[in-house]
């Protein structure tokens, strides 16, 4: 009598699990998971994506007014090798630097600091450009950083030498 | 089965694509590269509606099985 109570218990315990386990209802609860989850990655796939288009906006409208302009800055008898000119390019507030180099060579950045935007100069013994903040040297054939704290090169303004004068005519912010 | 699975892998690809092309337009964008901005963003348009094609190809083969 006890025996076949035990077994009793037995099965009804086992019937329980059974029980149990169905209610769980496991293939569904994956498969409703899984669209979830599909469903999430999807709206994300799209909201990204629909992201880049504010920028695409935005730079179309500084590309319409930020045409590349063709400006005068110097005359070629103004700077004699290895001295340098303070101008300003594009704009009127991003300041600029102007230098002819040792191997007789125009080369332009926009001088503002990369690291905290100190005014950079144009160190004619050593060749370089200094930023007298936190010594931050920069290439004066590149504009590339070589020591010091900054990371980023220098926006390069691209030049025009013809009839004695020196034209700015564009600027790679990014370069080489 | 198989196109449903295509589908549905595929907008996994589609999302690194377009994660991939954000940060290259953000970074474009900074960088004043415009030409990079608009190619960047070209491609996570197109990669957007081909998930949109995806997901619905994948939503149609799902829901029609379960019926
Ligand atoms: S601001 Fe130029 S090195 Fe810090």
Redesign the pocket.
């Known amino acids: 009598m006890s025996d076949d109570k035990k077994k009793n218990n037995h099965q009804n315990d086992d019937q329980d699990m059974i029980k149990l386990i169905e209610n769980l209802n496991r293939k569904d609860d994956v498969n409703l998971n899984r669209r979830a989850f599909l469903k999430a990655s999807f709206g994300a796939t799209v909201a990204i994506g629909l992201a880049t288009t504010p920028f695409g906006v935005f730079s179309y409208m500084r590309d319409a007014d930020g045409k590349v302009k063709r400006v005068e800055i110097a005359d070629t008898k103004e700077l004699a090798i290895g001295e340098s000119k303070n101008f300003a390019y594009p704009t009127e507030d991003e300041p600029a630097l102007l230098v002819r180099t040792p191997d007789d060579q125009y080369v332009a950045y926009n001088n503002k ?1 990369t ?4 005014p ?1 100069f144009y160190e004619h013994k050593e060749n370089v450009l200094l ?1 007298p ?4 040297y920069f290439d004066v054939n590149n504009g590339h950083p070589v020591a ?3 990371q980023r090169e220098l926006p390069k303004i691209l030049l025009e030498v013809k009839n004695g004068k020196v034209y700015a005519v564009g600027r790679e912010v990014r370069h080489g | 089965m198989d196109k449903k699975r295509a589908a549905f892998l595929s907008i996994f690809l589609f999302l690194a694509v377009n994660i991939v092309c954000l940060t290259k337009v953000i970074e474009s964008y900074y960088g004043q590269e415009y030409g990079h901005v608009y190619t960047y963003m070209t491609v996570a348009l197109l990669s957007t509606l081909f998930a949109v094609a995806a997901f619905f190809i994948w939503r149609k083969e799902e829901y029609k099985k379960s019926k």
């Open positions: 600091c690291h905290l935007q100190c950079v930023c903040c936190h010594k931050g010091g704290p900054p």
